[in-house]
């Protein structure tokens, strides 16, 4: 089991340009999820899939934040038009889902993409 | 309102002694599930140790434990015998609802504390 595998790890880009984040859920799980870290704000969730289809996005900033989930084994978060602000590490973590699994319902992490924003 | 509350940004502790993490919850649910994550300085998340709102006992998993005070709301995690690899940030984390076909799969984080094992 390769786990979850983001990519790129590390991106480093203007003010104004897009991004694209990249994720590879393990297989078999039907629970995607998005979260961004920083110092100030810590832990976030942005987004979730359930079997591909968003089911809370709450945790989104604003509209230049987008994510897919065009089937079970690849997600995409995109910010268009990026912002300072935005610098942060982003991690993608999947689990088995509501049907699926044990009580604990692990949420496994990726190793993370860390985005800055200059 | 705050859901997971983690008071302590950081501790010290000496090698081969334990250490206690602290971790309080907010929730109206009957069911939930608490969670504990350790972030090494290499950034990525580990998990270490869950715990059912409906489990008896308290988790154990190796040198780690689970305090569960479910009157206080509280989920404290022990590390027992620290060792220097043990340095690292500490989560708490909280899902509320059912887990079968219930209301949501979404984790909720702490702040969490980061945590420095002396020689």
């Known amino acids: 089991d390769a786990g979850v595998i983001q990519s790129p790890r590390h991106e480093v880009t203007e003010m104004g340009q897009e991004v694209t984040l990249r994720c590879k859920p393990i297989?078999?799980?039907?629970?995607l999820f998005w979260y961004r870290q920083t110092m100030m704000r810590g832990l976030e969730l942005l987004i979730y899939?359930?079997?591909?289809?968003?089911?809370?996005d709450s945790g989104m900033p604003e509209d230049r934040f987008s994510a897919k989930m065009p089937n079970a084994s690849f997600s995409t978060l995109k910010i268009q038009p990026s912002e300072p602000r935005d610098s942060a590490v982003y991690f993608c973590?999947?689990?088995?889902?509501?049907?699926?699994?044990?009580?604990?319902?692990?949420?496994?992490f990726g190793a993370g993409s860390r985005l800055t924003v200059l | 309102a705050q859901k997971i509350t983690q008071t302590q940004p950081g501790m010290f502790v000496q090698e081969k002694e334990a250490v206690t993490l602290d971790c309080t919850y907010d929730?109206?649910?009957?069911?939930?599930?608490l969670f504990w994550y350790k972030q090494p300085s290499s950034g990525e998340m580990i998990f270490l140790i869950y715990?059912?709102?409906?489990?008896?006992q308290n988790a154990t998993e190796g040198r780690y434990s689970l305090n569960f005070q479910k009157a206080r709301k509280s989920a404290n995690l022990v590390i027992s015998a620290s060792q220097l690899g043990d340095s690292a940030m500490y989560f708490c984390?909280?899902?509320?609802?059912?887990?079968?076909?219930?209301?949501?799969?979404?984790?909720?984080f702490g702040t969490g504390t980061l945590l420095a094992v002396q020689p």
């Open positions: 984390a909280m899902r509320e609802g059912l887990n079968y076909g219930g209301a949501t799969n979404k984790l909720i």
């Open positions: 973590a999947s689990n088995p889902g509501l049907a699926g699994g044990s009580g604990a319902n692990v949420l496994t």
């Open positions: 899939f359930n079997n591909n289809v968003p089911i809370d």
């Open positions: 929730t109206s649910d009957q069911s939930y599930g």
């Open positions: 715990q059912g709102s409906y489990d008896e």
């Open positions: 297989s078999g799980h039907n629970s």
